[in-house]
Each structure stands twice: as C-alpha cells, then as structure tokens.
C-alpha cells in the first residue's frame, strides 16, 4: 500500500516538472518571436541600443548657444524708425501686410502725424569712424528720423546709404570713435543644410537682444512680400515683430542670413520664419557703399515657368527651366540670339529651375559680362552667350518693344469642350500687352491662331517655329474669334 503510494506521488512530481519544462520552451518561442517578428526567409541582425544622451554632450551643446549668443550680440542692433505721415496714410489699410510683422504694436494703437517703427539690423562693415549696418528695406521705409541702440544701449543717430524694394535691403550709416564696436562676421550661406541648428537674434516687440533657436527648416524657399527675387532661408526659430532685419546665425557664430518676414495667420511667430541668404546681401552691401544703390543685370526677356500640357508640347516635360515668352528688340537677349520659346535650363553652367531662380540669377550678374545660356530650342539643346546690360527702370517698362507681346497656350481637351471649337488646331491667346506689337495689330486674349503665314499650326512648339524664322519680319496670324475667320499681321 505504501509503496503504491510513493510511485504514484514520485510519478505526479516527474509529470509536473516535464510539464513545466516544456510550457517554458513554448513561451519562450512565442516572446522571441513576437519581439523580433521573424519572417520566414528574413535576415536577422542584432539590435543595438542608441546611447542616450550624455550631460556632457548636452553641456556642449549649451556651450555652442552661450558661444554664438556673446559672439553676435554685440553686433546685432536694435533700429528705431520716425516717419512723417499724413492722416491720410495712418488707416491700417494703406499700410503693406509685412508691416504688421515687424512694426511696432503700439504705433496702431493711436495714429499720429509722427509715425513710430521698430526693427533690427546687424553691423557689417566699418571704414574709420564710420559703421554700417545692414536692415530690411521696409524697416526704414520713409523715415527722417533713423536710430541705432547697440546691446549695451548705447545709441547713434543714423542715416540711409540706400534702399532696394526688389530684394527688401537697406543701409544705414552711423559715426562712432569708439574702437570696441563689433563688426558681426558673415558666414557662407551656400553651406547651410536643413537640419542646421541656427539662431534669430534681433528686438520683437522692441524686447533688444533676443535670441531664439530653431534649426533651418528648408532652403531656396520663394514667394516674399513685395516679389522679393530672394530664395529665402526658412526656420522655426522664433521671428516676431520687431526681428526684421536681424542675424540668422550659425552654430560657429557667423551670420547667414537677414531676417526679413513670416508666415502667420495672427501675425505672430506660427514656425514659419524666413531670411535673405547672407550671400545674396553681399554684393548689395559693396553697391550700397559705392553706388547708393543695388546694380542688378538685365537680361530683356518676359518668362514663366511651364509644366503640364505646355511643357510637353514645348518637349521639355522632363526639364526644369525657365520659357521665354517675349524678347526686348532693344534688349541683350535679342541681340545676342535669345528666341521667344528658349526654354533656359541653366546659366554658366547653375541650373536654372523655375522662373523665380532665372532672375534671381540673371540679377546677380554684372553688367557687361557675357554669360552662357543653355537652352533647348525646338527639341535641341544649345549654347547662346548672352552679354548682360544694366537693369534700369526706363528699360524694363518699355512695352512696346516686347516682341510679339503675347503668350500662347496649349489647346486641351478642357479648352476644346470650354470654346466648343471642336478637332480646331492651334494656340490660344492667353495674354497681350496692348502696348506690344501683338497688342496694337489687334490680338485679343482668347484669339485662337491657326496659322501663321498661312503655315498650319499643331502645337505651341509649331507655333515657336514659325514666328521665329528669321528672315521674316511680318507676320500674318490667322485667328478664329467669335467663329469668324481674321487675318492680324504683327510687324516687327
């Protein structure tokens, strides 16, 4: 009886010791293959566990802020503006929308003959007792009355060297025997990435000497107030009213850019802040200085940038670039060779990628140089050096030499079903200059050119080939308007 007893309790012990043994190596499969969700035929490589970051590490990133903070402040100041303003110009209307950005607040709160602003500006040059400093365009605007107030408050009345609407960028001057006046250092804005710590330094809200830190948020960004040729850096470091005109500096202390407007639906910093790449400022610095004025390069074309069915009729769907539209007949583009339907790809060699960077580019360049321009012209791709003239307002406003004057548009589907003009073949008119030669024979937007000199048109690209042969300077259009057939001839 015992003994049955004894075999029977040894025998539960062996079972419930087996039965743990083998519940154990099922869980333990089941967890190793949850975790590391093994499919059959995979690789399995081993994991490894990020470092969390040091005190140490952190202590020299705080380090890098303190460095960049007592390195640029001194040369960052605080620009106090008074303006001299009718009680006509006081309504919040008349006023541009960045001025909202970076004007003072309390200046809205009561209209006054006297008009108060506020932004910031960065000292970047000195030639003996004189100091310069480099601002938004609209920072100054009209002002008569122009104060400087560095970090350690001390103060200098300063007058405007010069202004530029087209790129947002003013000089002022102010006089100083003091030696201990720091000039900020200018870095290489070409180098910037995105993802690059940076820093916004400046006065919002008149608080002086604020530093804020982001990281650039992207680059070559467009679309500025005022059609500002910039390609703008953008941050999310914190930029309010007030910052315009301040640094954008990097981690080795160096200015990269100008602050000069956000993106906001309140008019508050919303992380959509932008700045003018330092190297753009550097020759307006020097045009400033010596010329009072920012020299730009001119090259006497109208152009835009194309894509969908335009682009593919052109045979440039896959390209980037910038299309001629019109030339100027007293202009180097014409002069040198340029064609209305040149799709410019890039120039000495920097591709060009939409139209914005085409003027970004060409105004960049000095007069009198040749640059080369790479185009493709009826499919092919070629070179047409290009001496480039001095912009000037007087030149760029003399319509009725833009030949022909008018764009053209691809006829598509929508179009035919939008005009009922049926298996018609051509180009639609989509703009005219009446000043222009295409303006003044008659050409209306809407006008739907079949041919010209009596050869039929097919495509924007047929329509290019025949306007530009050069051994004629009269061209007859023939037009469908309203269902009735016309003849315009556009002269030269």
Not at 179 to 188: N, T
Request: aromatic letters at 8%; one cysteine or more.
């Amino acid at each position: 009886m015992s003994q049955s007893v004894f075999y029977s309790r040894r025998f539960f012990l062996f079972n419930l010791v087996l039965s743990g043994l083998i519940l154990g190596f099922v869980l333990s499969v089941v967890m190793f293959s949850c975790s590391t969700q093994i499919r059959p035929g995979s690789r399995v490589e081993a994991q490894e566990t990020q470092p969390a970051p040091t005190v140490q590490s952190l202590e020299d990133l705080q380090s890098s802020f303190r460095y960049v903070a007592d390195t640029v402040l001194p040369s960052v100041v605080q620009v106090t503006v008074r303006e001299l303003r009718t009680s006509a110009d006081s309504s919040d209307e008349t006023r541009p929308w960045y001025d909202f950005f970076f004007r003072d607040q309390d200046r809205f709160d009561a209209p006054s003959p006297r008009s108060q602003g506020l932004g910031s500006g960065v000292i970047v040059r000195a030639n003996g007792d004189t100091f310069f400093v480099l601002t938004n365009n609209h920072v100054i605007g009209n002002a008569n009355d122009i104060r400087v107030v560095l970090d350690d408050d001390r103060e200098f009345p300063a007058r405007m060297i010069g202004g530029d609407t087209r790129m947002d960028l003013a000089l002022l001057s102010f006089e100083s025997q003091d030696r201990d006046i720091r000039l900020a250092r200018l870095g290489d804005s070409d180098t910037m990435h995105v993802g690059d710590w940076v820093m916004a330094i400046g006065s919002p809200f008149g608080f002086q000497s604020t530093v804020t830190a982001g990281i650039v948020s992207a680059l070559g960004r467009r679309g500025g107030p005022a059609q500002n040729i910039s390609d703008f850096i953008q941050t999310d470091a914190a930029i309010n009213q007030g910052n315009s005109g301040g640094a954008l500096v990097n981690l080795a202390g160096e200015v990269v850019g100008i602050n000069t407007w956000i993106s906001s639906q309140t008019g508050y910093n919303a992380g959509l802040g932008f700045s003018i790449p330092i190297n753009n400022a550097r020759r307006a610095i020097d045009d400033f200085i010596t010329r009072g004025a920012i020299q730009y390069g001119w090259l006497g074309v109208s152009i835009r940038t194309v894509s969908g069915s335009f682009a593919e009729e052109l045979g440039v769907a896959r390209e980037r670039g910038a299309l001629v539209m019109n030339v100027f007949l007293d202009g180097p583009a014409f002069r040198d060779g340029l064609l209305p339907g040149d799709f410019i790809t890039s120039i000495n060699g920097r591709a060009v990628r939409d139209s914005d960077e085409l003027v970004l580019i060409v105004g960049s360049l000095p007069a009198g140089e040749t640059a080369e321009f790479t185009v493709i012209r009826q499919t092919e791709r070629t070179t047409v050096p290009v001496t480039i003239a001095l912009r000037d307002e007087s030149s760029v406003g003399r319509a009725a030499n833009s030949w022909p004057g008018m764009t053209p548009f691809p006829i598509t589907p929508e179009l035919r079903r939008e005009m009922d003009i049926g298996r018609t073949e051509g180009i639609v008119v989509d703009d005219v200059d009446p000043r222009a030669p295409a303006g003044v024979a008659g050409l209306r937007v809407g006008d739907l050119v079949t041919a010209i000199n009596g050869r039929r048109i097919t495509s924007v690209l047929g329509f290019y080939q025949y306007m530009n042969e050069p051994t004629v300077d009269e061209l007859a259009f023939t037009v469908v308007r309203n269902g009735d057939r016309l003849e315009i001839k556009i002269t030269r």
